[in-house]
């Protein structure tokens, strides 16, 4: 059996692990031309019922513990004048929550462990078509084609593997800027000081200023804002978005002074919660191709847990992968919904006018 995964994502590369490990081979087709080429973007924590499960099940917990921060898990929530309202700082060395680990550092990990030849750089799919045999036939960028029987889309939130699934509109929930502090302990102490180890959260009314610290010692600041046709036009320069943050102390609005570089803008978008469709043999999806919701930290998590447990269908199937797909899928459904409205519901919370407060609360732990 041939199996194609279109997107060497951290769902995709997990798939292709644990199919590996089992025996099964699959081919990872990336758009990308080397694994340098992506940005190499931000912290993330893996969750023990989901990363860090799939990580197990692709014989990785040792790799992702000598790579991942514990202390990452710190984080403090300030107001705009610069109030700390909340700062949790995790157990040292424990492993028992939720690590941070930086993103390109887990899909380096992903990608060592695969065999030679497994992934394809430079092979951007831009076409799926049935073939009358079964399976599909691949079209890339370029016009190299190729086929096989078992299509994954692993491909993001504009995937072209979704379209032979369905049709579902992506709806924008918020706007997204990025700059990037580079060297923070040398060229900005105060900076990494504020930051500390792992994330900081300055939250107003409907707009947050954060900051991440990366294990290459730089920090990663983010904006989020409504989803307002308005902000692409007051976001372009560091000059409109410290207008945007007019009256913050100086002490947040410093870490958009500090960004190296222009701001990066992106529209956030989410499928609806509950999105199902109908099952099709010989292909299915992972990840943000499957349920891109808004980001609250369970994208990532859940695409990895995607991965191994369709990877986990198809060992035990190995010679009926369309019955291998109807439990992953029905599974996959059942256990993304409720994240999906999760993440919809804490999202809008933290674009809210009583974000500050709310947060707090999330964060806070509650007596037995």
């Not at 997107?7 to 699959?26: N, P, V």
């Not at 979704?162 to 049709?167: A, G, H, I, Q, V």
Request: aromatic residues 4%.
């Amino acid at each position: 059996m041939r199996i194609a995964i279109a997107g060497g994502g951290l769902g995709g590369l997990t798939l292709a692990r644990i199919l590996h490990r089992h025996g099964i081979d699959a081919v990872v087709h990336e758009r990308e031309a080397d694994r340098t080429t992506r940005s190499p973007g931000g912290m993330l924590d893996l969750h023990p019922e989901s990363g860090q499960r799939a990580l197990g099940e692709a014989g990785l917990t040792g790799r992702f513990r000598s790579e991942a921060r514990p202390e990452g898990e710190e984080h403090r929530i300030l107001d705009p004048a610069g109030r700390t309202l909340l700062h949790h700082v995790p157990q040292p060395g424990s492993f028992d929550g939720r690590p941070e680990i930086d993103r390109a550092a887990l899909r380096d990990l992903l990608l060592d462990s695969l065999p030679a030849g497994t992934v394809r750089w430079r092979h951007r799919l831009v076409a799926a078509a049935p073939r009358p045999d079964g399976g599909f036939r691949l079209t890339f960028d370029g016009g190299h084609r190729d086929d096989c029987d078992l299509l994954v889309g692993a491909d993001g939130a504009r995937s072209v593997v979704r379209s032979l699934l369905t049709d579902v509109p992506l709806a924008a929930v918020s706007t997204a800027v990025e700059l990037r502090i580079d060297d923070a302990d040398r060229r900005h102490p105060e900076i990494a000081e504020l930051v500390g180890p792992g994330n900081l959260w300055g939250v107003g009314v409907r707009q947050i200023l954060s900051a991440q610290r990366l294990g290459d010692g730089s920090i990663r600041v983010g904006i989020s804002l409504p989803a307002d046709d308005r902000h692409p036009d007051t976001c372009r320069t560091k000059h409109d978005l410290l207008a945007l943050f007019d009256g913050w102390s100086p002490r947040l609005t410093a870490l958009v002074e500090a960004g190296d570089g222009p701001p990066t803008l992106r529209r956030i978008q989410a499928m609806p919660a509950g999105t199902r469709w109908t099952h099709r043999p010989g292909v299915t999806l992972v990840g943000d191709a499957a349920h891109l919701m808004s980001p609250v930290g369970e994208g990532a998590n859940q695409a990895m847990l995607d991965g191994a447990e369709l990877a986990a269908a198809l060992v035990d199937s190995p010679a009926d992968p369309d019955a291998a797909i109807r439990v992953y899928e029905e599974a996959m459904f059942r256990r993304i919904q409720p994240i999906a409205e999760m993440s919809a519901r804490v999202h809008a919370m933290m674009l809210s006018p009583t974000a500050a407060e709310d947060l707090v609360r999330f964060f806070t732990p509650q007596p037995a």
